[in-house]
Every structure is written in structure tokens, then in C-alpha cells.
């Protein structure tokens, strides 16, 4: 199978800090990754689409300045919330499509739980 | 753009009772099909997918979905509920082209009593 982890599992920040969450591709190479937040009792929202080697796609009303996306190599996607709030907690999960498997099946990380005090 | 509706918030059985919940979704095009489970306090599981082929599909833990093209559905099913299948369900549809976002369902929490 195709394992995605995320790091950290969990962080807890002080409002105004940023946080850097790191999602990788362990046994195989992703052409593109999706951050997603959940909030608690609901449902996955897509944030932003991550291509490798270019710019970030953000869905309608996710403030691209606030959540920076950085897909440097075909293993790795970063995301940083930045001068986080409290309002930011939530569970951060990305997905990964392996790049040689025609890119219709995804595989997500285990998440990443931010709280902001 | 696609939408996914899940139509029940909470379902409530008891152990050994039979299961169904209702998914539907909007895209007139093509579209690959899922089905996800989240146990409490762990992450996102898939249960069973259908991109193409026989409409009924059968997944793990004993789950089955059937994609109804016509109705633009694909509820999920289990004959018999085991009181460990507690957990939330998430329905999800993506357009059939690589590279596609996941849109998923706002989910549905199954709470088995045994």
C-alpha cells in the first residue's frame, strides 16, 4: 500500500505564532496533495490543492496568505499557518495521489491536531 | 461544481441490526466513488471505492455500496452491524480525471449498542 505520514501528530501554539505542519510520501512519489481541515463532529473541507514545483490552488474563502503551501519535491508538502488564532484549531489532514498509479486513488495521513491558546 | 449529501446526521442500532446509509451526489459527469470510516480518535479509513465496472461493490469488514447511476447515489450497506463499526462515515466523490480533490459528504455517526 501507499502510506502517508504527517508530522507533527499534534502541536499546540500561542496565538501569533506559526505552525508548520509536514505531510510525506513515504514508498512512493505524489504529483499532487490536498490539505484538508476538519472540524470537530464534521466533515473534511478541502483548503488548497498542492502541485508539485508550483503555486498552490486555494478554495474560495481559505485566505492563501494564512495558510502558505509548499510543495518543494514529489514526497513532500508543507503547510504553515501563520500568526495562528484560536479559531485555526482544528485537525489538518493531507492526501497524497502516488504519481505512478494514474492519479485516481488517494491515501491520507494520519492528521495533525493544532490547538491555539 | 460537485456536491455530496449524506442524509443521515445519526444513526442509532443495535447489535446484529441490518445497516443503510444514503449518499448522494451532483456532477452529471463521470465521477469515482468512496466510501470512509473514522473511528473515534483515529484517522481516515477507506472502506471500499468504485471507479467503473459491476455497480455493487464490496469492501472491507463486511461493508458493500451500490453505485445506482440513475439515482446518483451510493449508499452503503451491512447486513448485520457489529457493535465495533461505532465510528463516522464519510461519503466522497471525485470527477474522473487525475488529480482530482476529494469532496466529501458532512458524514454520518453510526452508534451500535450491543
Known amino acids: 500500500g501507499a502510506v502517508v505520514s504527517q508530522h507533527p501528530s499534534r502541536v499546540i501554539c500561542k496565538s501569533g505564532t506559526s505552525v508548520k505542519i509536514e505531510c510525506r510520501s513515504l514508498?512512493?512519489?505524489?504529483?499532487?496533495m490536498f490539505w484538508y481541515r476538519q472540524f470537530p463532529k464534521q466533515s473534511l473541507m478541502l483548503m488548497a490543492t498542492?502541485?508539485?514545483?508550483?503555486?498552490?490552488?486555494?478554495e474560495q474563502g481559505v485566505e492563501k496568505d494564512k495558510f502558505l503551501i509548499n510543495h518543494a519535491s514529489l514526497t513532500l508538502s508543507t503547510l504553515t499557518v501563520t500568526s495562528a488564532h484560536p479559531e485555526d484549531s482544528s485537525f489538518y489532514i493531507c492526501?497524497?495521489?502516488?504519481?505512478?498509479?494514474?492519479?485516481?486513488?488517494?491515501?491520507f495521513g494520519p492528521g495533525t491536531r493544532l490547538t491555539v491558546t | 461544481a460537485q456536491s455530496v449529501s449524506q442524509h443521515n446526521h445519526h444513526v442509532i442500532l443495535s447489535e446484529a441490526a441490518s445497516l443503510e446509509l444514503g449518499c448522494n451526489y451532483s456532477?452529471?459527469?463521470?465521477?469515482?466513488l468512496f466510501w470512509y470510516v473514522q473511528y473515534p480518535g483515529q484517522h481516515l479509513q477507506l472502506l471500499l471505492k468504485?471507479?467503473?465496472?459491476?455497480?455493487l461493490v464490496k469492501g472491507i469488514k463486511g461493508f458493500e455500496a451500490e453505485f445506482i447511476k440513475s439515482k446518483f447515489s451510493f449508499n452503503l450497506r451491512k447486513p448485520s452491524v457489529q457493535w465495533s463499526d461505532t465510528a463516522e462515515y464519510f461519503c466522497?466523490?471525485?470527477?474522473?480525471?487525475?488529480?482530482?480533490?476529494?469532496?466529501f459528504g458532512k458524514g454520518t455517526t453510526l452508534s451500535v449498542s450491543s
Open positions: 492526501s497524497a495521489f502516488p504519481r505512478d498509479r494514474g492519479s485516481y486513488e488517494q491515501y
Open positions: 514508498d512512493f512519489q505524489a504529483t499532487t
Open positions: 498542492s502541485n508539485e514545483g508550483s503555486k498552490a490552488t486555494y
Open positions: 456532477y452529471g459527469g463521470t465521477v469515482n
Open positions: 468504485y471507479f467503473s465496472g459491476d455497480p
Open positions: 466522497a466523490v471525485k470527477i474522473n480525471q487525475a488529480g482530482t480533490a476529494l469532496i
